[in-house]
């Protein structure tokens, strides 16, 4: 059998194994050996597709900051090579590749004593835009970000909150329609909350533009949340897996991967899990319209006490045996669902509205169309589905990898 673990941590460096997708980063044994002798990467080999979103994750000097820098050579790599769209970064000029590559730092980098429009306008007036051509930018990337030209552009960093700092720097860092950004911890200066809306509308505005994106991040959730690939690293910049988010959470390829996702990869894995026709529950369905004598019938002969009441296939409610004695038609003793989940919504969503509601089920809708039940017991199969085989009922196995 193929050890998938072992497949996807070489994945950089077997041509086979590459999914495919042109390469817009790639970087071959790349190191890199401080003046002090520390090797923060040793022989690193790393492809990043175009359009694609990697995070780097793995604990504090393991090097990621080091890899994203040599990207952009804000630091110059010992050795190995590197290259973006195609061309040598070590021996490119650095100034003018840097222009090309977008670069976004925790708390946006942005300067003190420049407007927030002249901070978005700094890469744009370097390459030479004219003055109505840069404003008309400035414009654009501050809506792009969701902040306001007129009432944001004339203020100083300063006088922004934190979450708006950060999309200034994210605006700035675009303004040159850049093929490539990187990203060290960008949104980690904001609290929670306004983390994850940036998170998801960055995530958008990146699908969106096509942008490849490689991001230095701490938290495993955010790289879950918004990765198409996650690298795992350890000391020395090593590749410990490189993989889908469901696939480093649900088949960690090492142990150092395991302890490193945490023993709630579990719930983790909900993020990224989708739901599924197949992982609904289809309690009985009467029509709005039925008599409750023949809803009753029915819930008689399938053994359930509960109905779920529809209008052709649209959601109207629900309806108990008991609830059912007391009307006529079914539509006159329906109750209403305190909620409904999206069948587009991972099942974290799912499940957290379960919780939030108290409910032992809740109807899932693709639009005005219901689909099925989710409950706490198809949560609990979806994630099943995700496990690597179980052999004779164990645990499933990490995988242990000497590379
Ligand atoms: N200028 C430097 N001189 C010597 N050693 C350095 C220098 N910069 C970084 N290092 C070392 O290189 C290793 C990797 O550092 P790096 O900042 O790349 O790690 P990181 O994974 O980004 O860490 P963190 O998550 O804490 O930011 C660490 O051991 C660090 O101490």
Wanted: overall charge negative.
């Amino acid at each position: 059998m193929v050890d998938e673990g072992a497949r996807h941590a070489t994945d950089a460096s077997d041509d086979t194994a590459t999914p495919p997708g042109e390469v817009m980063i790639r970087l071959r044994g790349v190191r890199k050996e401080y003046a002090d002798g520390t090797v923060a990467v040793e022989g690193l080999d790393l492809d990043v597709r175009r359009g694609e979103l990697v995070a780097l994750v793995g604990p504090s000097g393991c090097g990621k900051s080091t890899i994203l820098r040599m990207v952009n050579r804000l630091i110059e790599p010992s050795g190995g090579s590197i290259e973006v769209d195609g061309t040598d970064v070590i021996h490119a000029d650095g100034p003018t590749m840097r222009r090309g590559i977008g670069y976004v730092i925790q708390s946006g980098g942005l300067f003190p004593h420049r407007t927030v429009a002249d901070n978005v306008a700094t890469v744009p007036r370097l390459v030479g835009w004219d003055r109505r051509r840069t404003r008309e930018r400035v414009d654009e990337l501050l809506g792009l970000v969701g902040l306001d030209a007129q009432r944001h552009g004339p203020r100083y960093p300063h006088e922004l909150s934190g979450g708006q700092r950060q999309r200034v720097g994210v605006a700035r860092a675009l303004a040159v329609d850049p093929p490539v950004l990187l990203m060290d911890e960008p949104f980690g200066a904001v609290d929670p909350l306004v983390r994850d809306r940036l998170q998801i509308e960055f995530r958008r505005l990146q699908q969106r533009l096509g942008t490849t994106v490689l991001l230095v991040t701490h938290d495993i959730d955010e790289a879950v949340r918004i990765a198409d690939r996650i690298a795992v690293l350890s000391v020395g910049g090593r590749l410990e897996q490189y993989d889908a988010p469901a696939n480093v959470l649900g088949a960690p390829a090492t142990e150092f991967v395991a302890d490193f996702v945490g023993a709630d990869r579990g719930l983790r894995r909900l993020a990224v899990t989708p739901i599924l026709d197949e992982d609904l529950e289809h309690p009985p369905t009467v029509q709005v319209s039925d008599t409750t004598d023949h809803a009753l019938a029915l819930l008689e002969a399938s053994h359930l006490d509960y109905a779920v009441v529809l209008d052709g296939d649209a959601l109207r409610g629900w309806v108990s045996q008991q609830a059912l004695r007391r009307g006529h038609t079914v539509g006159e003793v329906r109750r209403r669902f305190d909620d409904t989940v999206d069948c587009r919504d991972s099942l974290k969503t799912g499940f957290s509205e379960i919780v939030a509601h108290d409910a032992g089920w809740l109807p899932v809708l693709d639009g005005e169309r219901y689909m099925g039940v989710l409950t706490p017991d198809s949560v609990h199969r979806a994630l099943r589905r995700l496990l690597p085989e179980r052999v004779d009922g164990e645990l499933p196995r990490v995988v242990n990898l000497a590379v």
